[in-house]
């Protein structure tokens, strides 16, 4: 019971520190000043275009690693799982040495389209991408394993063809997952830091997302950065309050 | 019940491993302190640790000082914490412990002097100038200020930092406006000359001494003496220090000839 | 036409092959008819079902449905949604995020209606099996016959050419499965095409069923109606069903040699391998040798009593492991007890004998 008190306090501390320190009267003030708003605005269309891109690409992957029979699976699995454990500075540096303009496919990219990831604020959809989408696969993936597939069987004796069957039936099944592996991950590439900073640099307007603005005002007007972690927070709780159903009602 | 047991089970786990620890380093000091009694160099009587938080264009060459200040004090040992200057004077108002703070620049010692944490007067022990790096081979053809403004993404400290200070002023006494949206701002020189050797900025303005220590991995482009600025680095004790004859002792190796003679070294130029 | 059955398929379960499955099945279910495969659990019964819709391949032989094959390898395998066979499964398998109605308009919607037709469909189908008032209901809000109700729809709304019943009535309770049954029946007889009904519930086969399929060992063992099956059980598990005792021996005149070495005495002169079938209310049960005209009877060891409502069920051991059964009056006077010596006999004119 104590352990557990304690744990809790551990948690709420920071918080209630953070709160404390807001300057109430000034906040609106900091928060409606343009850089605020640009690096909110950069960060709401950056994260939502990272989970955008995890659920098209992650769903596939996710069917195929939870049902697909194909060799070396477990190691496919790690792969896509490493940027949850990789330190996302370490992801940064593996994206620069695999896009950066001197790299061999970022030098492609550039010289035949004219494409350049780093300093780009697809840099950075792309650096959250990165990180966030195997929170997105491994939700949905668990969700599909866990599936009952004689549903799946069902509906293909009714006539229904694999695509059929996978929008019909799989996907609708596995709705709350997805919807909940989307929001894991949006919130993941909301707070991403390292990996973006890295890889695509932290220019005002650009690549300067809210935590990258949060760490800047540090130095310069720490009301600010109060301000803009406190819109990070509000955020993590609106996601925490939507998951309720599948984190904090569980008994 | 099941799941109670087993964290009371990891509770007691820590717990050893971390009493296990703290014994460690106790005899750790233990034995470090008969050694003392045991060698008693006449040459030193200090023993203890400082922690120093320097600016980060001062890593290597305060790490060999370090080195040469151990050396001579076998019982002390120094800690570093390397940031941008304004970042450590943040942490350090926010109550960080440190025994030692070298900033890059006069700006942020003031404000920790005007917060009343420094102890007696800072000292200036070194100065250093600022200059363009490009990739190897300079394949942006950067050959002056004013090619800044056009060659692409430019690498810069944050406003804040002193190295970012510099390079405004820099800019500025030039002419030369480079658009926001043109420049990623690194967090202290090292992430800001990252930028051009592992990233794709195209040029950063950073200090001579980081140039050089960057080798081969970046070309320099001198800026001319006339707009140039001169950086001062000033070293002070801190009043909360609770080791303050060891800092005093590292301050004085800073400024001593051997240190100084490091410091030459490695490109810095000696306060006048 | 019907539906052909003459394959063979080992399926291996759990990770280590603990449970293997060996198949290997003939068996042809006439068209317009119920075909009931009944067997003890575990034995393959859902297995040949799934092979019939294809989600298991067949390893060799075939599959053939109204003269089209569906599977014979190594060249044919039709995929299960190009099969055109219904089926509904024991947990019914509605589907949980769509409503009765659209549960059962996924079939016609899937084989090329609109969705607006594909209701209209539904929605016939749903009166057709009495539950048209639950059309707009989630299949959790439905009690277990409705969902079974809606799972037939389902099934039939997509008008399969054939209908697979994987254990029906199984998980409904008492109550619930006679009216589910009952109405099973009235809709099965409309149903042009061959039924296959699989169950452990002798009483399911003898309502639904017009023929039926003993499965063991992962063979057909008998087939024919229900009575013609249980009048001439060939296996244990037949025999254990109508609760017979069924013995196999070898027959020279009027003497049975049995198979554990038993000599048996029968009324009509037989020859060669056949099996004989003793009722247990035939076998007679004494303290002493009995006098008279029993021409069988021998000393044996009760193994067991078996107390059943006013009767006692009485399992004897060796030479002739058979079941007796008594009143319970007869067994309170014999005073039996586990492991006593006891006289049996049995009249030469209570056993029936056919060939083997």
Redesign the interface.
């Known amino acids: 019971m104590a352990a557990a008190t304690l744990t809790v306090a551990f948690f709420v501390a920071p918080l209630v520190g953070l709160l404390q320190r807001v300057d109430w009267s000034g906040l609106s003030g900091e928060l409606s000043s343009p850089q605020a708003w640009d690096a909110l605005r950069l960060s709401l269309i950056c994260s939502a275009s990272a989970t955008v891109l995890a659920i098209l690409f992650g769903t596939p992957l996710a069917w195929l690693l939870a049902r697909g029979d194909l060799p070396g699976r477990a190691v496919i699995r790690s792969l896509v799982l490493l940027p949850m454990v990789l330190p996302p500075v370490v992801g940064g540096v593996a994206l620069l040495s695999a896009f950066s303009l001197r790299s061999p496919i970022g030098g492609w990219l550039n010289d035949t389209f004219g494409i350049q990831l780093t300093f780009s604020s697809a840099g950075v959809v792309m650096a959250e991408a990165f990180v966030a989408m195997p929170f997105f696969v491994i939700t949905v993936e668990g969700a599909l394993r866990g599936m009952d597939s004689r549903f799946e069987e069902a509906a293909a004796s009714l006539g229904a063809g694999r695509l059929t069957v996978f929008r019909r039936v799989t996907l609708p099944m596995v709705a709350p997952s997805v919807v909940a592996g989307a929001v894991l991950a949006w919130a993941r590439a909301l707070g991403e830091f390292g990996a973006t900073i890295t890889f695509a640099g932290n220019i005002a307007g650009r690549t300067r997302t809210l935590p990258l603005a949060v760490y800047l005002a540090l130095e310069t007007n720490q009301q600010g950065a109060i301000a803009l972690s406190i819109v990070l927070l509000v955020v993590s709780l609106v996601v925490l309050v939507s998951l309720r159903d599948r984190w904090l009602m569980r008994t | 019940m099941r799941t109670k047991q087993t964290l009371i089970r990891w509770t007691l786990v820590t717990v050893a491993a971390l009493t296990m620890l703290v014994g460690c380093s106790d005899s750790a000091d233990k034995t470090s302190g008969s050694d003392d009694a045991a060698r008693a160099t006449p040459r030193s009587e200090l023993k203890g640790t400082v922690v120093v938080s320097a600016a980060t264009s001062l890593t290597e060459v305060f790490t060999e000082i370090a080195d040469q200040f151990t050396a001579a004090n076998p019982d002390v040992d120094v800690e570093f914490n390397f940031d941008s200057s304004s970042t450590l004077a943040t942490q350090i108002i926010e109550g960080a412990p440190a025994d030692v703070y070298a900033s890059a620049d006069e700006a942020n010692m003031t404000k920790l002097t005007d917060a009343g944490v420094i102890a007696g007067k800072p000292a200036i022990f070194a100065e250093n100038e600022l200059v363009i790096v490009t990739k190897p081979g300079n394949p942006s053809g950067i050959d002056n200020l004013s090619d800044l403004a056009t060659a692409g993404v430019i690498s810069l400290c944050g406003e804040e930092v002193p190295c970012g200070r510099y390079a405004a002023q820099i800019l500025e006494k030039a002419g030369v406006a480079i658009s926001e949206a043109n420049v990623t701002r690194g967090q202290n020189v090292g992430a800001t000359l990252a930028a051009v050797t592992e990233g794709d900025a195209a040029a950063a303005i950073v200090y001579v001494t980081d140039a050089r220590s960057a080798g081969d991995q970046v070309e320099a482009v001198p800026v001319p003496a006339e707009v140039n600025v001169t950086a001062t680095y000033p070293i002070g004790v801190l009043e909360s220090s609770e080791a303050s004859d060891v800092a005093e002792a590292f301050m004085a190796h800073v400024l001593s000839d051997e240190g100084q003679a490091v410091l030459s070294r490695y490109g810095f130029l000696l306060p006048r | 036409m019907s539906l052909d059955l003459d394959f063979a398929l080992v399926l291996e379960k759990g990770p280590r092959s603990v449970q293997r499955l060996d198949l290997s099945i003939r068996l042809v279910a006439p068209e317009g008819e119920v075909t009931a495969l009944l067997g003890p659990n575990g034995v393959g019964k859902t297995t040949v079902l799934r092979a019939i ?3 298991l391949a067949v390893d060799s032989g075939s599959i053939e449905l109204e003269g089209r094959l569906l599977d014979r390898p190594p060249d044919v395998f039709v ?9 509904v ?1 024991q947990d019914h ?1 509605l ?4 409503n009765a109605l659209d549960n059962v308009a ?2 016609p919607r ?2 090329g209606l609109t969705s607006r037709q594909a209701r209209e469909t539904a929605r016939g189908y749903l009166e057709r099996v009495g539950v048209g008032h639950l059309a707009a209901s989630r299949p959790r809000t439905l009690s277990g016959g409705q969902a079974q109700r809606v799972a037939l729809a ?2 039939l709304a ?1 008008e399969p050419r054939a209908l697979l019943l994987d254990e029906p009535l199984a998980a409904l309770d008492a109550g619930t499965r006679v009216e589910v049954r009952r109405d099973l029946l009235r809709y099965l007889a409309d149903f042009a095409g061959p039924t296959l009904l699989v169950t452990h519930d002798p009483v399911d086969a003898l309502a639904l069923a017009d023929n039926v399929a003993i499965i063991e060992d992962g063979r057909v063992s008998q087939t024919g109606t229900l009575a013609e099956v249980t009048s001439r059980p060939r296996s244990r598990y037949v025999a254990d069903l109508i609760g017979t005792n069924l013995v196999a021996g070898t027959a020279s005149g009027s003497t049975v040699t049995t198979e554990s070495g038993a000599m048996l005495t029968i009324a009509e002169p037989r020859s060669g391998a056949l099996f004989v079938t003793i009722a247990p209310a035939a076998v007679s049960l004494h303290r002493r040798e009995p006098e008279g005209s029993p021409r069988n009877r021998w000393e044996t060891t009760v193994a067991h009593l078996d107390p059943l409502g006013d009767r006692v069920r009485v399992q004897l051991d060796s030479p002739l492991r058979l079941v007796a059964e008594i009143t319970g009056a007869g067994a309170a006077e014999l005073d039996l007890r586990e492991g006593d010596r006891v006289w049996a006999s049995v009249k030469a004119t209570e056993i029936t004998t056919y060939p083997r």
């Open positions: 819709a294809g989600t995929v299960p949604e190009r099969r055109h066979i219904g089926i499964h398998l589907f949980p995020h769509l996924f079939g899937a084989r389902r099934a997509s």
